[in-house]
């Protein structure tokens, strides 16, 4: 578990555009945020991140840069990239289950007869300060709730505005 206050595991995956994704090579005004999804099997997770992808503006006018993360194969993440409306939403792929495991996400198998791939992680969404410290962290063990958008945001205007520690350290 990836405690909050703490530094996050640095990630260096390919991205869906033939570039790569190192996270210790962002420089974001206030936050990069990591959406860990599950892979182009989950509907819930097509819905969030064209949810995202569609207010992307709301995030990186605020100072942040936005990733959706997940154990897909470059394969399977093409077609996320092809066939999901996530915009302009950055896709990173091939995430390796150790490096879910750091992240502490929850990983699962295949379920007999499903399009899931042999393992995969389930949700997480995290909020890193520039120098890669946590400041928010969420996972869950199933993909039925993802948090709100609208609440996500207001809750960082108010974190922006009033200069909200990070909560939780004491874990």
Same mark, same amino acid.
């Not at 790569?20 to 420089?27: E, G, K, P």
């Not at 989950?42 to 992808?53: D, N, S, V």
């Given at each position: 578990m990836l405690k909050p206050g703490f530094t996050a595991p640095d990630i260096d995956l390919p991205l869906t555009i033939d +570039?790569?994704?190192? %996270? =210790? /090579?962002?420089?974001? /005004? #206030? @936050?990069?945020? $990591?959406?860990? @999804? !599950?892979? *182009?099997?989950?509907?819930?997770? *097509? !819905? @969030? %991140?064209?949810?995202?992808?569609?207010? $992307?503006?709301?995030? &990186? =006018? !605020?100072?942040? #840069? &936005?990733? +959706?993360? =997940?154990?897909? =194969?470059?394969?399977? +993440?093409? &077609?996320?990239? *092809?066939?999901w409306k996530t915009g302009n939403l950055p896709l990173v792929h091939s995430m390796t289950e150790d490096q879910a495991r750091e992240w502490g996400l929850y990983i699962s198998e295949k379920r007999d007869g499903s399009e899931e791939p042999d393992v995969f992680s389930e949700p997480g969404l995290f909020l890193l300060k520039p120098d890669r410290t946590v400041h928010f962290a969420q996972t869950q063990n199933a993909p039925w709730t993802r948090p709100s958008l609208d609440d996500l945001l207001k809750g960082i205007d108010f974190t922006l505005e009033n200069d909200y520690p990070t909560r939780g350290t004491l874990t």
């Open positions: +570039a790569r994704f190192v %996270l =210790s /090579d962002q420089t974001p /005004d #206030n @936050y990069t945020m $990591l959406v860990f @999804y !599950r892979g *182009k099997h989950c509907p819930i997770c *097509k !819905r @969030y %991140l064209e949810e995202i992808g569609g207010r $992307l503006d709301d995030f &990186v =006018s !605020r100072g942040i #840069n &936005v990733f +959706a993360i =997940s154990m897909d =194969s470059e394969e399977r +993440a093409m &077609v996320v990239d *092809k066939e």
